[in-house]
């Protein structure tokens, strides 16, 4: 009876230490898929940070070519508008008096066309009219405003721009 006992833990050790192989090589199966795994990983993020830092230079480089095309016109529109000026002969009447509002509108043809919203008038107390009234700012003449004192916001007294001289 002995001896049976003995094969019967023999069988059992053996059945026991086959499955401990079993179970050791599983797990060694699992960590490599894990590792493998972790390494697609990895490498997905890897391109994926590469992928991003390509599309960073190529918007670097799109912002960089819009900003040396919007300075090329810049300069392109500075350029007209200085050849402009040097064909403009000299002026007339109206052109003098349009002159005195360039901040508010320019004229064209007898009307004044708004810098803000491109619209026509014709009369330059309509243009401060409507200055005032749409863009909501008090629109003042050069003239008059270069005769407001900063200090006290009030009108200087003619007296007051010309003192006399005292003997």
């Not at 059992?12 to 697609?40: D, G, H």
């Amino acid at each position: 009876m002995k001896h049976q006992s003995n094969s019967e833990e023999e069988y059992i050790a053996n059945v026991l230490s086959a499955f401990l192989k079993i179970r050791q090589q599983e797990e060694k199966n699992i960590a490599i898929q894990l590792t493998q795994l972790l390494q697609s990983y990895k490498q997905e993020d890897i391109k994926q940070l590469k992928n991003l830092k390509v599309e960073q230079r190529e918007l670097v480089g799109q912002m960089n070519l819009n900003i040396k095309q919007e300075q090329h016109k810049s300069n392109s529109n500075e350029n007209t508008q200085q050849q402009l000026k040097a064909l403009k002969p000299s002026y007339t009447n109206s052109e003098k008096k349009g002159d005195k509002y360039t901040e508010y509108g320019i004229l064209e043809d007898g009307a004044y066309t708004c810098l803000k919203c491109q619209s026509k008038i014709k009369r330059t107390q309509d243009l401060l009219k409507h200055w005032t009234v749409q863009h909501g700012r008090q629109a003042i003449p050069r003239r008059k405003r270069n005769m407001i004192n900063e200090d006290t916001q009030c009108i200087k007294k003619v007296s007051q721009e010309n003192p006399k001289l005292e003997a």
